[in-house]
């Protein structure tokens, strides 16, 4: 099927009609979870018609009727898809899982405090060779802490449901930024940095074009569009009637965890480098913490000898843990099929488990039962490490090493776990003072039954381990720099 159709009909209805008509039904779906509706295709939409509608004097007034038939026509677009074809030889359901994690899952991120203060200390307190925070504000024209203040008031009245810790104040959401909030921000910070930051994420009539071209995030790929990660997580703010409008509050939440992520692998080419290493410095933090028992890449070195083929840390000399500032590629992440995987984990994922991960076993004690941790910034969704074997691990990790030298550290003892959840991990750890391969264990149990199965890691820490909140030392210290009193 093709999209022309839909954006054709599109065109034929006022600008203003289908907008309203679409703010209107997000709106109740905001509010009423029991609709079922795909509100991301409500967001797709809304972007087609802010890209494609133009001046028809002949245009008609969209109802609510006109719009459940392009909705329709959306989802007819988005079944056309190879992967739910059973016939398509790639075919698994967790391909099927991995687009519409992307597609979906994006939206449910965990948005509190942490999200912000884990950005300050990864963005601006943890320092190495590249100033991340000077370019992002060379590039935005907004200082970085602020950048993250502003958007920590706005979480405080807009996901938290008004109840926030702001001073003296109680906001009642209603679907845009209040005047009330604007004038806060403007008498904490200045108009100037109010603009600047509302600008570099602010989404109109006048500016989608040139937004899409220069975003690489966006799929190119009309057909497939229906899958993507909406420009509204990464441009949150519809300028519409005069107001900063927020089509749907959930994509406040992505925003707030990836923005300067995402929008600093897009302008800066020494960040993705840089993110590593600070990542590094980061994970240190939380094994700090619990005070257990670690060596770092140097002390390896001085173990096994100087080569390039280590990892990061080894914890209680069995769990071998590499660190890679690495995410799955938009257009990946629509077609996942084994062999797109392959080549773009080959130097990532692959390198981290057959050429790191194992070198370092063999050389160590290659008669010890080893756990293999791979951390990332933001969640792969590609399911298990099970999952992620049979995709592209097998074949490729089998070109590296012998069938024996794999069972040195087995891939179901492999765990892939994003930034977020290596700190709740180590909460837990923390809290319950249970063993980390005590954790593991668990979970590989609970993962080799296909009805208890969790896509990843981080839904197993909220559902068996309990995590509840955090308290970690370095995550609370920096806490204290949100503070949102005015400075001079």
Not at 130 to 141: G, P, Q, R
Not at 293 to 315: A, F, T
Request: proline fraction near 2%; hydrophobic fraction near 40%; charged fraction near 30%.
């Amino acid at each position: 099927m093709d999209f022309k159709p839909i954006r054709n009909k599109l065109r034929t209805f006022t600008f203003e009609s289908i907008t309203n008509e679409i703010l209107s039904l997000l709106k109740e779906l905001e509010i009423n979870k029991k609709i079922r509706l795909p509100f991301w295709h409500l967001l797709l939409l809304l972007k087609w018609n802010l890209e494609f509608s133009d001046k028809n004097y002949k245009a008609k007034i969209a109802n609510r009727n006109d719009l459940v038939k392009l909705l329709k026509q959306v989802d007819k677009l988005q079944m056309s898809h190879k992967v739910f074809n059973p016939d398509y030889g790639d075919f698994k359901i967790n391909k099927a899982m991995t687009i519409l994690a992307h597609q979906q899952f994006l939206y449910q991120n965990h948005a509190w405090w942490d999200t912000f203060v884990r950005q300050l200390i990864l963005f601006d307190e943890i320092k190495h060779k590249h100033c991340i925070k000077s370019s992002f504000e060379e590039l935005t024209k907004v200082n970085l802490e602020k950048f993250l203040k502003i958007s920590f008031i706005i979480f405080l009245t807009t996901v938290s449901n008004g109840k926030s810790a702001l001073p003296k104040a109680e906001f009642i959401y209603k679907g845009h930024i209040a005047k009330e909030v604007s004038d806060l921000i403007i008498q904490l910070y200045g108009k100037e940095t109010f603009y600047n930051y509302f600008n570099l994420l602010s989404i109109s009539k006048e500016n989608i074009k040139e937004f899409i071209e220069n975003d690489k995030r966006s799929i190119k790929n009309y057909n497939i569009q229906p899958f993507e990660a909406s420009i509204f997580t990464r441009k949150p703010f519809f300028i519409y009637n005069g107001k900063y409008t927020i089509p749907y509050k959930d994509i406040l939440k992505h925003n707030f965890n990836h923005f300067i992520y995402e929008f600093m692998k897009n302008y800066d080419d020494e960040f993705t480098t840089e993110l590593g290493i600070r990542l590094e410095k980061y994970v240190k933090k939380g094994l700090d913490e619990i005070k257990i028992e670690y060596k770092n890449e140097n002390q390896l070195k001085r173990i096994i000898g100087r080569e390039s083929n280590l990892v990061d840390y080894l914890i209680n000399d069995n769990i071998l843990v590499e660190i890679k500032a690495i995410e799955l590629k938009p257009y990946s992440s629509i077609n996942p099929n084994n062999q797109i995987l392959a080549n773009e984990f080959r130097k990532s994922i692959v390198k981290g488990y057959a050429k790191q991960m194992i070198n370092v076993a063999k050389k160590l004690n290659p008669k010890e039962v080893y756990y293999g941790i791979i951390i990332t910034y933001k969640k792969l969704f590609l399911g298990n490490s099970n999952d992620i074997w049979e995709q592209f691990l097998k074949s490729e990790s089998m070109k590296i090493c012998s069938v024996d030298d794999l069972k040195i550290v087995p891939y179901k003892n492999l765990f892939f776990i994003d930034i977020e959840s290596w700190d709740k991990l180590i909460q837990i750890l923390k809290d319950t003072k249970i063993k980390l391969t005590d954790v593991f264990e668990k979970i590989k149990l609970i993962d080799s039954n296909p009805k208890t199965k969790k896509f990843n890691f981080s839904m197993h820490l909220e559902d068996e381990f309990n995590f509840q909140r955090f308290d970690l030392s370095y995550l609370s210290k920096a806490y204290k720099r949100m503070n949102l009193e005015k400075k001079d």
